[in-house]
């Protein structure tokens, strides 16, 4: 085994957990799809390479979905939609640019 400084500025966590029928879960709030509409705008920005978006299982705040969490700021942003991806994305264009 081998460590290693992560090579990322900014990893972006994204819940796309899915639970039983009826229960509240990030998956039934469109989370996969806010997952990729994030990938794409950080891509599409040219971050693809410090900034890191990934798809996680629970974050255990499943009545506040869909979740996305960012680190290392430790920013929360809960009931997030499609129409929320521009901001999370302005946020995370402004942090990298301040911690580069």
Known sequence: ????????????????NHRAEGEACCAGRDSEAIAEALKARIKALGLGGRVRVSKSGCQDLCAKGANVMVFPEYAWYHGVTLGDVERIVEDLVKSTRAAS
């Open 1 to 16: 085994m081998e460590q290693a400084r992560v090579p990322f500025q900014r990893i972006v966590f994204v819940c796309i």
